[in-house]
């Protein structure tokens, strides 16, 4: 079995992006990457084929989820994640910690872990590090994340305490990681504090983990204080260990991270936003409900190679989607989630041929970001 | 341009079933003939990839609707329903008149046409024989149908009177109908009443059209009335055109149908009882919610070479539907649509091959159908 490694191809001069090659029991991943999400076994509305037709070399899936329902047993069952969704190509779960911590007045935190109630059914369950390890060797993610806890970004001495059950559980989840196969990332914590930031990734590096997730990022604060974070972090980080930035994000993100050091990126921004018929373009996001789409003939984009934009007018998708018809979320989900891989392919041809920053300000030029005010809105 | 015609192939001797050959402008139509609805310019969860994959040769979309959304005008300016919806096959559009009559309250009949308001808004609309011609040549689709009324299927007087208005607008349908590359089918009425239907028969053969569809059947009434409704129409119906009836069936009803000289289907239920969960096998419809489902390692059905049964276990397709996932729904239809079009190439192939008496007994003597009374169930 080819197990897990890492392989750093280029470093670009002028910016600290990297592009590298993760290689995983199912495949190989070229980094930078963006995942999209498939909370329960699926990324919503697309089959495993239309995954590959977009040319998706990673997805995540979420523990907590899959936990609840349908089970880890059953998963386990079926020999795995990958067989039971029918999806050969790498996968990586999170370890539940950041939905249970956002289950507000559901749970109770101790040293020990963390009890909560489902948000399915109230019934109550319990997740320490070494079930959440459990879990994750039974649905066999080619990568899998150590049990954290996400606290409020601007709280110092929430994070301080919270910084201190992470750590200890990040010891705990390594010792309980007996799955050869897999690789088992330490998520470095400690809100919008540079000081806690450097703490949690020297304690983590320190561990030796094979890659290293940020988390508590993308949860309310501005973009700059990401961004700080990630340029203090960038120095420490083992150069030769891939840098996995959670749940973030937009499109011009993937670039501003890209350009600080991030090799891998998850969200669901691509997925969720075409459900409520919102979509990328060269331009930035647009509503296709909007009238002014009602008698457009063109695509979503003229000259992109997604099976929407070359089969459907943007006038079609609006009647879809007013229409509430499921081909309408199914057809803008395949634009978005080709938008967004294809934008990070290009990101990493950028970086091979040295011309990553040119391609970031000639991007950001003309993509207009949605204010932080709307990215709800879809 | 390659005009309608409807070639007769095969005639069975041990029954009325004909397996014939529909030539239309978009392709050819292999009959008998089953064919997935797509009311709303689209056969729900599907794309026309999807359909072709699937083999489909025909599809339905409703006047009603696309007349309310997006508008007629609007896909005339796409050239369309064709290129609108990204469909190259053939396509029949109804009348409208089954919808609008099916509108209780909020529509009134005249001898001119019917005044009815939109589900939708609660607008105002008109149908007439000549406005539900021009609708359907705004959408083009290959076949098309006469505005008709549609009875209460056992009330004799209000059919009587009924037919009168069917007749006479069938007529004005006629002279309004002006595309050359449309085949224009009449509507056979008359709900449960042997006379009616005979009488209604004998005018519309007169009227000389290219095939006649049978409405008002599968509205209510039982299934012994239905097939003595086409056991009587049979013998007069001309030999060398296609009889289409409308908004029928499940699987048993193709065969039962098939063998008293049906040619064309179309009905909702392989898509509509997939988004309940609920999907056909050779012995009958199950539903995929069913806990004794949830750890089937199997697929629907053993053998079968759909998309869905080829990749998935019955128990992550019912993990998928418990959670609510759009996929759930487009696998369920994907494996509904397959087995409908598959048993009707079935069917098609054994009237070929002089077996249909035998393929017909043996699909019934373990396919069990659905009680009346749970049929909406899903």
Redesign the interface.
């Known amino acids: 079995m080819n197990n897990f490694s890492f392989e750093l191809i280029r470093e670009d001069t002028e910016t600290d992006a990297r592009a590298g090659l993760i290689h995983t029991p199912h495949g190989d991943v070229p980094t930078p990457v963006f995942a999209p999400v498939g909370t329960?076994?699926?990324v919503?509305?697309?089959?495993?084929?239309d995954l590959q037709a977009l040319q998706a070399s990673l997805i995540l899936s979420n523990t907590y989820h899959l936990y609840l329902?349908?089970g880890p047993d059953?998963i386990a069952?079926?020999g795995g994640l990958h067989q039971?969704?029918?999806w050969p190509g790498p996968i990586l779960t999170d370890s539940g910690g950041f939905q249970v911590f956002s289950l507000k007045g559901l749970r109770e935190v101790d040293e020990d872990g963390v009890t909560f109630r489902s948000h399915l059914d109230g019934a109550t369950h319990r997740f320490t590090p070494e079930k959440v390890i459990a879990i994750q060797e039974q649905l066999g993610a080619d990568i899998i994340m150590a049990f954290d806890e996400c606290a409020e970004p601007d709280d110092y001495d929430y994070n301080m305490a919270a910084l201190g059950r992470t750590h200890h559980w990040a010891e705990r989840c390594l010792l309980a990681h007996k799955r050869a196969d897999q690789a088992l990332y330490g998520i470095i914590q400690g809100g919008i504090f540079s000081d806690l930031r450097l703490k949690s990734a020297e304690f983590l590096i320190n561990l030796d983990f094979p890659g290293y997730a940020i988390g508590g990022l993308s949860v309310g604060e501005s973009k700059t204080e990401m961004h700080t974070i990630l340029e203090i972090l960038h120095p420490i980080l083992p150069r030769h260990k891939p840098r996995y930035l959670m749940g973030v994000g937009s499109p011009e993100d993937l670039f501003e991270c890209v350009a600080r050091g991030v090799d891998q990126f998850d969200c669901v921004l691509p997925t969720r936003v075409a459900r409520n018929g919102a979509v990328f373009t060269n331009q930035g996001r647009i509503n296709l409900r909007n009238a002014k789409y009602?008698?457009r003939?063109d695509p979503i984009e003229i000259g992109c190679t997604c099976?929407t934009c070359s089969?459907?007018?943007m006038?079609?998708l609006r009647?879809?989607i007013?229409?509430n018809?499921?081909?309408g979320?199914?057809?803008a989900t395949i634009h978005n989630v080709h938008f967004m891989l294809e934008t990070m392919r290009c990101i990493r041809h950028s970086i091979l041929e040295g011309t990553f920053t040119a391609y970031k300000e000639e991007f950001l030029s003309h993509y207009q970001p949605v204010p932080k005010a709307m990215q709800g809105n879809g």
Not at 44 to 49: I, M, R, S, W, Y
């Open positions: 329960q076994a699926t919503k509305t697309l089959t495993p084929a329902r349908p059953l069952e079926f039971f969704m029918g009602a008698r003939h099976y089969h459907f007018s006038a079609y009647h879809l007013k229409a018809e499921i081909l979320l199914h057809l």
